[in-house]
């Protein structure tokens, strides 16, 4: 028998992503596949083609619902790349993967990349500009795919300068709010959308907490809730630790946010998360574990 959701919460829902629908009944793991050299947990090693699909298929077997792919590292002070560089990157892993079962979704902000990703078998855009990016928004009305809008203050080069609200959530919720709106009057049904406050964008250790506490606020929108905490430094923060022993604290923070109405999870490890997940799912009891 299906309980009623506590009061407050918003009803298990659904993601449709080019024309699939995802049960969100029990939270969904996406699992991080960097291509990039440069990408600041990784250290490069899944730079090659052959390494991302080896990391990709550990990431399935541990039991990753979603693989986000993506090209360019968003961390302050990344260097920039190309286009026509990112989408050397991405394509390949992504057309190699495609069809596999698994939805790919792809980590970018370039309209280009996001159309060469969808050409070849991406499920998802996950856009941590929120699709501000002229010709973003086009790119994805064009097509049916799931679409992640993410919050970010400023621009990843000097976001972690000086983050500044006089409500972070009330102010993240509301850009949010209008985001789902633009892409509405585009023609992207919020069926089609999650919502990510970003944590780490822009925003202070207590920035990033007070989001997490209030995550629920974030569910009210009506949208899924993504929350990618993963080895991020607000963990480093609070824990002293290098981002390769994070993740204890990586796992911990998944299962708060699920705690707090998260839907889908975006992580590196996604073995230790499943784990996590596992004990909560047990909590939850009648019918709802898998
Ligand atoms: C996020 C992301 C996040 C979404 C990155 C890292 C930095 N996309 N891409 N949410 N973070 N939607 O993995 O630590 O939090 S890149």
Request: charged letters at 20%; glycine letters at 12%; one cysteine or more.
């Amino acid at each position: 028998m299906k309980r009623d959701p506590a009061p407050g919460r918003p009803a298990a829902a659904t993601w449709t992503v080019r024309g699939r629908t995802l049960s969100l009944a029990r939270p969904l793991i996406m699992g991080v596949v960097n291509v990039t050299p440069d990408s600041f947990s990784d250290g490069g090693r899944h730079s090659t083609l052959g390494a991302a699909l080896a990391h990709a298929l550990r990431l399935i077997e541990e039991g990753a619902d979603i693989l986000d792919i993506g090209g360019e590292s968003t961390r302050p002070g990344a260097a920039e790349v190309s286009q026509t560089e990112e989408i050397d990157r991405v394509v390949p892993v992504i057309a190699a993967l495609a069809g596999g079962g698994v939805p790919l979704s792809v980590d970018t902000s370039k309209p280009e990349v996001m159309r060469a990703a969808l050409a070849a078998g991406a499920a998802i855009v996950n856009d941590v500009y929120a699709l501000r990016t002229p010709g973003a928004l086009e790119a994805v009305a064009t097509s049916d795919c799931g679409v992640v809008l993410m919050h970010m203050q400023g621009v990843p080069r000097t976001m972690q300068v000086a983050p500044h609200y006089e409500d972070v959530v009330a102010e993240v919720a509301a850009f949010l709010r209008e985001r789902v709106a633009v892409l509405g009057a585009a023609g992207v049904t919020p069926d089609r959308v999650a919502l990510d406050p970003g944590f780490g964008f822009g925003k202070t250790v207590e920035h990033n907490f007070t989001l997490l506490r209030e995550l629920p606020r974030l569910g009210a929108l009506g949208c899924p809730v993504l929350a990618g905490l993963s080895r991020k430094s607000m963990l480093g923060a609070v824990t002293g630790r290098a981002v390769g022993e994070r993740v204890t604290a990586s796992v911990v923070g998944a299962v708060l946010a699920v705690e707090r109405g998260a839907r889908v999870l975006r992580v590196h490890d996604v073995g230790a998360t499943r784990d996590g997940l596992r004990v909560w799912e047990a909590m939850q009891g009648e019918g709802e574990t898998k």
